[in-house]
């Protein structure tokens, strides 16, 4: 921060990010003046380099006089929109825009606090990285020359302001992403903590499972606004192959034994209804093979529209694949 005048300064900010044991982050402002004067700090949880950028222009803030004039550098793009976001709205977001934000929403509250507060008038402008600007890399060095110092002082943000005088917090640790998306993740995750905890799921917990891409298929075209019958239907079906749990003879033995005990599979009448049998009996194997067909085909399809390379791809290229292998294993993925 080089110091002009007692009205006027301009500010450059830098941040650096190092985690170590203790999940410490390093964020540090040089105050340029004669002589020079520096200040090193630390901060925990949420570790990013986007919070160590907010974090130094919050201290380039704070710092100042009041009815000052602030020109701030900086080379994070995050920072520089989320800035144009609240002068905008001439620093009177709204605790629900507040919590909207992608990241770091106590913090900006508490800048929009310190600007109305210090009626200070604020300009950030976005640089590039690394650009050789003298300040810019003057700020790396010295950063860099403190990454082995773990005992530098920490900077504790209260959170609550004149803005957001109540603070979400989860487990005592101030919520700072967006409260919604947050919620969300919190309860998608118990809910496949529950899921995978469950006896009949315990090989996907030492599976190497896309958990994201798995749950949009389930999701197919289902918005959160409405929902039909059809696609809780297809949603039903979905979990049930997943699960291994399809309406097969052995399945229903499980409630109505009675009924069903001597009953064996309703196409070849010779082996046990299981799940892995529906896929690999005999007499379901033509049709399975059509619709593997039908799939591969469109599959081909798309990768052509896509694909810029004059490579041929053929069918039997696919059929090769472990996907499209039935495995009747409890440590694997029965159908790949």
Not at 88 to 97: F, G
Not at 230 to 251: A, F, G, S, V, Y
Request: net charge positive.
């Amino acid at each position: 921060m080089i110091i002009k005048g007692y009205n006027l300064c301009t500010c450059d900010t830098n941040n650096k990010v190092m985690t170590f044991d203790d999940h410490l982050d390093g964020v540090s402002k040089n105050l340029y003046t004669i002589p020079f004067s520096e200040f090193y700090s630390t901060y925990e949880n949420w570790i990013s380099s986007n919070k160590a950028e907010t974090l130094a222009l919050l201290i380039a803030l704070i710092v100042q006089p009041e009815n000052g004039e602030v020109k701030i550098f900086t080379d994070s793009i995050i920072v520089f929109n989320n800035f144009m976001l609240i002068k905008e709205k001439h620093y009177n977001l709204t605790p629900r825009q507040i919590f909207k934000l992608a990241s770091n929403n106590t913090l900006w509250a508490t800048i929009m606090d310190i600007i109305k507060k210090l009626k200070l008038k604020v300009d950030v402008l976005k640089i590039n990285a690394h650009s050789g600007d003298k300040y810019n890399e003057e700020v790396d060095k010295r950063i860099k020359e403190q990454y082995v110092n773990i005992g530098r002082m920490g900077i504790n943000i209260k959170g609550s302001t004149d803005i957001i005088p109540y603070v979400p917090k989860w487990r005592n640790i101030v919520i700072e992403k967006n409260l919604r998306k947050f919620m969300t993740n919190i309860t998608r995750t118990k809910g496949l903590e529950k899921f995978l905890n469950q006896n009949r799921n315990n090989k996907y917990r030492k599976l190497q499972v896309d958990w994201n891409i798995t749950f949009a298929y389930l999701k197919g075209n289902e918005t959160y606004y409405t929902t039909t019958f059809k696609d809780c239907r297809r949603k039903r079906i979905k979990i049930q192959r997943l699960m291994e749990e399809i309406p097969t003879i052995e399945q229903m033995k499980k409630s109505q034994y009675n009924i069903y005990k001597k009953w064996k599979c309703v196409q070849c009448n010779r082996k046990k209804e299981t799940f892995i049998h529906v896929w690999k009996c005999n007499k379901n194997k033509k049709i399975l093979r059509k619709i593997q067909k039908i799939v591969l085909k469109y599959l081909i399809r798309l990768i052509n529209e896509i694909s810029d390379n004059n490579i041929e791809i053929r069918i039997e290229d696919f059929e090769q694949l472990s996907i499209f292998k039935i495995i009747d294993d409890n440590q694997n993925l029965s159908l790949h």
